[in-house]
């Protein structure tokens, strides 16, 4: 039996934050920044994943990647899910930065995560999940932005949407 790819993102993801606690300076080069990105640093957009805004913001993510992740992952297949993140991941992070002023810095990899959101809107019926619980789970994870300041919702927004996306393009029939 393979090795998880869910498991391996959620050890890699938290080193890294380790990582940035131990040099600092790579939490700033890794995060999503407008103005970096506007002046070729693309690799921002994928980074951003990387980095973490505090130990809680670093556990949510990672336990949310690891409940929905695991289950897409043995549903789809590492290749389809892998399609599925990448793609939640670019469409996050370009809705963040074409929305958001450029001198504004995003951190986490929500958007990514947003996507297992909108893979799980796709599919969840199929693989057998509470559709109720599903909705009402993305419906509280779209209205914290509001309620706690400094949340990048258009990254949520646009990670979700960017599931759904590639989700339909690669659902098994």
């Known amino acids: 039996m393979s090795q998880s ?3 391996n993102l959620v050890f890699f993801i938290s080193g890294c934050f380790i990582l940035t606690l131990l040099q600092p300076n790579l939490e700033y080069e890794f995060a999503l920044y407008g103005v970096a990105i506007e ?5 921002r957009l994928l980074t951003v994943a990387l980095v973490h805004g505090g130990w809680l913001h670093l556990l949510f993510n990672m336990l ?12 789809l297949g590492r290749n389809k899910y892998i399609f599925i993140l990448i793609t939640s991941l670019l469409f996050g992070s370009l809705t963040s930065f074409l929305f958001n002023p450029l001198t504004s810095i995003a951190v986490g990899s929500s958007g990514m995560i947003f996507g297992l959101f909108g893979a799980l809107l796709v599919m969840g019926k199929r693989m057998g999940a509470n559709l109720k619980e599903g909705f009402g789970l993305i419906a509280l994870n779209l209205a914290i932005p509001f309620v706690i300041p400094g949340i990048d919702w258009k990254a949520h ?4 949407v960017g599931g759904v996306v590639a989700t339909v393009m690669v659902k098994r029939k």
């Open 5 to 7: 790819l869910t498991r």
């Open 157 to 160: 927004l646009g990670g979700l």
């Open 39 to 43: 002046n070729g640093q693309w690799y």
């Open 64 to 75: 949310a990647l690891f409940s929905l992740g695991t289950a897409i992952e043995n549903y």
